[in-house]
């Protein structure tokens, strides 16, 4: 019996991030599937595929430009060399090396894939409001459903039937020790998934309170005079050294900040981002729910920042906390590697999930 198949998606590298959390537990039962992989998946073993994007220059936005496909499909656009390739490397992959398993991190049309291939695949449920019909079926094609998150941050709305097919494990981050800078330091934290944060909107707020050090991690347009107290980093690998020494943490609702800011909480102002299936939107109502976040809709005024600080403060981090648990990778692991090859009786029920 082969190793199991580890599809991640290009969007963002939070998947990229969460599927080394999890394979690397043990990097000899899996191969790491998607585009962009070489040389980015350490000891673990990777099958790179070709590009599946309209313009491979531009961020993936899943707007395939067909006029009609079939409604178990999200992006299926016609004639395109990359897509035909990629297909056919997996369903290669899949007949010689015969995986147990398929985990598909994340994408309808690669678990039907999988299930096309006769081979049953672990689907990884994002939060938002996932009621269309092609995750209804992938949910439904899928053997179990695996929730990234804990148990708390998913959608109350969540049909009945695909949270009791689903396993949460959270704790996709790792803790660091504090290292409190000499100033208030305020930390932006902009990801790779959509447009690069404003500089002029930082440099404005920056201003507002020049008594606070802004330092921004991530891709942002440079102002044309940047005060004193604001640094822009760039793209920075790893946020945590930066999230050791902050103050107060700005950013969106991504499964990659959060799950830092719960294995490091500090005070959270949370600004989410426009994301398919209100993905970010859902998450940081459940935030501002268990009061683990100071929650804004949109990028605030600067004379706003004050307020917005001093309240992030005042709630502090007692909600975070309670997200993050450091051996949710392992335990996500070991529920993958008892699916693929345990072979539970058909009607056995779905082993326990942590949350």
Known sequence: MGPIGYYVHHHGDG???????????????????????????????????????????????????????????HYAPLHHS????????????????????????????????????????????LCGARSDAPHLDAFRSATHLLAPYHADLDDPDTPSWIARKTAYFCGFATAVPVRPRAQNTLLV????????????????????????????AGPASPPANAPDNLALLGWVDDVTHELSGATVVVGAAGDGLVAQLAANPRPFICLPEARPFAEQTKKAARLRALGAAVV???????????????????????????????????????????????????????????S
């Open 15 to 73: 998947h990229r991030h969460r599927a080394l959390h999890i394979a690397g537990q043990a990097p000899e039962r899996f191969v790491l599937i998607g585009t962009g992989l070489a040389g980015r998946t350490g000891n673990i073993r990777c099958l790179d595929l070709p590009d599946d994007r309209l313009d491979p220059s531009s961020v993936f936005d899943g707007v395939d430009q067909t006029s009609a496909r079939p409604s178990a499909l």
């Open 296 to 354: 804004v809709d949109a990028w605030p005024d600067p004379s706003q920042w004050p307020t917005l600080i001093a309240a992030a403060q005042q709630l502090g981090t007692h909600g975070l906390a309670p997200l993050h648990d450091p051996a949710g990778p392992a335990r996500a692991a070991e529920f993958l590697l008892k699916t693929a090859f345990a072979r539970p009786a058909r009607n056995q029920s779905m082993p326990e999930s942590v």
């Open 82 to 125: 990359g897509i035909r390739k990629r297909v056919a490397a997996i369903a290669a992959w899949i007949e010689t090396e015969r995986p147990p398993l398929m985990v598909v991190d994340v994408s309808v049309e690669i678990a039907m894939l999988a299930r096309l291939a006769a081979t049953p695949a672990v689907y990884v449920r």
């Open 189 to 216: 934290v902009k990801g790779t998934g959509g447009s690069p944060a404003d500089g002029e909107a930082l440099a404005a707020a920056a201003r507002t309170m020049p008594q606070w050090q802004w330092r921004v």
